[in-house]
């Protein structure tokens, strides 16, 4: 079967390689992998950016994707062959697409309680959107969170976990503002729902131009967190995913004690969560955002769109 595999660690040395057909043991399950997504963090690991955490090569690349059960091994009755699954991004602690290698090849074993059916009204492309992009919004606007209807949520950016949390708060019934710097963007994210898009190149102290806000999903960082910091209310919360923008910065600690902020941190989400995200997707047929779709053997052109930021929602790749 053919694969992605990383010998070095530099996306100049990803190749397509040959690798052995696997077989289920028990408890194991073979999938035919039919579509997979891009996130930000797929470039880090290329470049051993966690450093040991990253794993060891050589590495098949790329966490989130949509299979097809070909084959169960001996015990296994959560799935049945012919069922549509993704995998969890964590399997048991570890995550794939580094350390543990990732979807980015045609088969695959993982075990039996790591996989989910996938919502009957996605495509393989948008079903492969949901384990790290979208749980990881559900964390930051469900669980942390804890949006209710008429609260107000301001988002940045327009990548794939930006706009999930804007569905999402949406379904939650929030009102929601959108920070990105194009105006192009601004208008498709006003359809999908938000109600006010700033432009942080014409307005870069956004966040006094949009304060009060319950959650603040966090994208950007060092550059980013004092305006979320201006824009969150008095005892309301940042959801802090991306560090886009730098992982290190002098950060004034008097506003977050005196008006009460919540720092919070997201990572992912819990197979349990998941699971509920998959209901509410299901239940209120969310469509994820894709923007792009590339070959399997098209995946430095995907990588170089990925970097490049001008996507608006996920980039995937289609595996044959």
Aim: with cysteine.
């Amino acid at each position: 079967m053919k694969a992605w595999q990383l010998d070095d660690w530099s996306i100049e040395r990803l190749a397509v390689v040959e690798r052995p057909q696997p077989r289920p043991g028990r408890g194991e399950v073979l999938l035919r992998m039919k579509a997979a997504s891009l996130n930000y963090r797929d470039l880090v690991v290329l470049r051993r950016g966690y450093g040991p955490q990253t794993g060891e090569l050589p590495l098949v690349p790329v966490s989130d994707g949509c299979g097809v059960v070909a084959e169960v091994g001996p015990g296994v009755t959560r799935v049945a062959v012919g069922d549509r699954v993704c995998p969890s991004f964590f399997q048991a602690g570890k995550s794939l697409g580094g350390p543990l290698d990732g979807v980015l090849q045609q088969s695959m074993i993982l075990e039996e309680s790591f996989l989910f059916k996938v919502p009957e009204h996605l495509a393989d492309e948008e079903a492969a959107a949901l384990p790290c992009a979208a749980l990881t919004a559900w964390s930051a606007i469900v669980v942390e969170g804890r949006v209710k209807p008429g609260d107000s949520v301001l988002v940045q950016g327009t990548g794939g976990v930006s706009l999930f949390a804007l569905q999402f708060a949406r379904l939650c019934g929030a009102r929601v503002t959108v920070v990105s710097g194009s105006d192009a963007k601004l208008e498709r994210a006003k359809a999908l729902g938000a109600e006010r898009g700033l432009n942080y190149r014409t307005t870069p102290e956004w966040g006094k131009e949009t304060g009060g806000h319950d959650v603040v999903v966090e994208i950007g960082g060092a550059q980013s967190l004092p305006q979320s910091l201006r824009a969150v209310r008095a005892g309301g919360t940042i959801c802090l995913i991306g560090v886009v923008s730098g992982q290190s910065m002098a950060l004034p600690l008097g506003p977050i004690f005196t008006r009460r902020v919540r720092l919070q941190g997201i990572r992912v989400g819990t197979p349990a969560e998941f699971e509920s995200m998959l209901r509410a997707v299901e239940q209120h047929r969310l469509q994820p955002v894709v923007d792009r779709v590339f070959a399997f053997d098209e995946l430095r052109a995907a990588l170089d769109y990925l970097a490049s930021g001008a996507h608006f929602g996920k980039i995937c790749l289609r595996i044959a």
